[in-house]
């Protein structure tokens, strides 16, 4: 289609091609494209369960290892909590105390979670600082009924006049309460980072934010820094970023066509989660650890979760040793046959990717060229955990346009759910992933990948949405560890529930994973 002068202008302030443009324009016509899983990743078939013993033997290589590294901790925290009281924002506006009671609100609307609030409240971090509050601004509160103080309660808890929690990024949302202090989700990061990411008491953590709200993250650490870093004995260096603008994607309404603004300007939004390839791209450090800002536990409960955190990153550590080493004699040519079957033994085996039949006949310069090629791709160890319920993609074994058969990580909505067999491999998956990610992203010479070659563009994805009462169709970019990372080398670890502790919505954080008592 064509641009003009100001659509260019407009294109370019962003950081954008109209070039990229197009090429976004043409993902909409394509339509979303279906991955083909061939296997559910199981225990002994793409997914590694350790014994105890082997456990603690790659526990010991990492803390061998940690004094001679630069590690980091990657913490994507640009949600809003608005998601979070998503329930509670539905009660302030539809229940009315004099038309009905608390009880037959719950029944009536059926949601076990909102339930479990209400049973709860009263354990939750904020409860004192909002009841005070609402005291304070409703001189009749305590003359109320149970319902009314509620009501006041929620209202005082979500909005601008009162706590304000709904609009405060999820990161800083008080999640703990211990007896001495109120602990946010960002200051248990800091706490888990001390416990395995510290080298020479020094632990690094990046976070990615919302434009608007890294100020308000300077404040929170500067707030509790001397507590922190008193309690742990680690001085923390914390760095921020932003979703580079130009990773916004091109909005089209039903047609297909720009969507325009009011003014008649073409409306782009956030590229979804799959930007922020970018923003770790920008990284240095040779181990990455990845984690959601809202998985976090209470201090009492982070003994697996640093366990197996110190055991993901002893498994790259001893991967990457072998695939440099495997690398480098590669390099230097001149390998005898069984060097090089030894080699593709070792990438079908422990890397599970299929050595292409006809290896064999390759000429030994053909085979050298084959499994650099294999080899030389930034990797991934990848924390999965038994499925209960919980929602998050799944690990497969994924078919790709090439016949080249892979270890991935799937999101539901990628799935075929029409075609029968797609649909039955689907369901005999047994774990999911919690995005708990060990990177590394330098080559066996020293050298940073460029994680942006390592994308798989096809797996942008488009959701339906709205802009002014007006519906509309987005464009997300392929998802962090989805196609984000989907020609990495990648491999997957069977890793505890209890690592698993994410927060979806408020009434979560009355789970014991979130309880001092």
Not at 271 to 296: C, M, P, R, S, T
Not at 304 to 309: A, F, G, R
Not at 398 to 406: L, N, Q
């Amino acid at each position: 289609m064509g641009f003009s002068e100001i659509d260019i202008l407009q294109i370019e302030e962003k950081g954008l091609s109209s070039k990229e443009v197009e090429r976004q324009l043409k993902l909409f016509e394509r339509g979303n494209v279906k991955v083909d899983i061939q296997k559910a990743a199981t225990p002994g078939n793409g997914i590694i369960v350790y014994s105890e013993k082997e456990k603690k033997d790659l526990i010991a290589h990492y803390e061998s290892k940690i004094s001679q590294l630069n590690l980091l901790k990657f913490v994507p925290a640009s949600g809003a909590a608005t998601r979070m009281f998503k329930a509670l924002h539905n009660f302030t506006d539809e229940f009315d105390p004099e038309q009905e009671n608390l009880r037959d609100y719950l029944d009536r609307k059926e949601d076990a979670s909102l339930q479990r609030f209400f049973e709860g409240i009263e354990s939750l971090p904020f409860y004192d600082k909002a009841l005070k509050l609402a005291r304070k601004e409703h001189s009749s509160f305590d003359e109320k009924s149970k319902d009314e103080q509620h009501l006041l309660l929620v209202k005082t808890m979500l909005y601008e006049d009162g706590l304000n929690l709904s609009n405060l990024p999820k990161g800083l949302v008080p999640f703990h309460k211990y007896k001495d202090r109120i602990a946010t989700a960002f200051e248990e990061h800091l706490y888990s980072a001390s416990k395995y990411l510290s080298v020479n008491g020094l632990s690094k953590v990046h976070f990615t934010v919302a434009q608007g709200d890294k100020d308000k993250f300077k404040s929170e650490f500067e707030a509790i820094q001397d507590r922190v870093e008193d309690a742990t004995n680690t001085k923390f260096e914390i760095t921020y970023s932003y979703q580079d603008p130009k990773t916004d994607t091109i909005a089209v309404d039903e047609d297909n066509e720009p969507f325009r603004d009011e003014d008649g300007h073409i409306f782009f939004r956030p590229g979804g989660h799959g930007a922020l390839i970018e923003n770790l791209n920008n990284q240095e450090a040779d181990l990455i650890f990845i984690k959601n800002i809202d998985n976090v536990v209470v201090e009492k409960s982070l003994g697996d979760v640093v366990e197996y955190k110190k055991m993901l990153g002893g498994k790259l550590l001893q991967l990457q040793k072998e695939i440099f080493n495997s690398l480098s004699q590669l390099g230097a040519g001149n390998n005898s046959e069984a060097k090089l079957d030894e080699i593709a033994h070792f990438i079908e085996k422990e890397l599970s990717v299929e050595i292409t039949a006809s290896f064999n006949k390759f000429t030994g310069e053909e085979k050298t060229q084959y499994l650099c090629k294999k080899l030389d791709k930034p990797l991934r160890v990848c924390g999965m955990v038994k499925n209960e319920g919980e929602p998050g993609g799944g690990p497969f074994l994924v078919k790709d346009e090439t016949g080249e058969v892979t270890l991935q990580i799937i999101e539901g909505a990628q799935i075929d759910k029409d075609n029968m067999e797609q649909l039955k491999i689907l369901n005999n998956s047994t774990h999911f992933n919690p995005v708990d990610i060990v990177c590394g992203i330098y080559n066996w010479k020293g050298e940073k990948y460029d994680l942006n070659q390592y994308v798989d563009e096809r797996m942008s994805f488009i959701a339906h949405k709205t802009k002014d009462g007006k519906p509309l169709k987005a464009l997300e970019r392929p998802g962090l560890w989805n196609g984000g990372m989907a020609f990495w080398n990648t491999v997957f670890v069977e890793v505890p529930v209890s690592t698993f502790n994410p927060v979806k919505t408020v009434a979560d954080l009355l789970k014991p994973s979130h309880r001092t008592e």
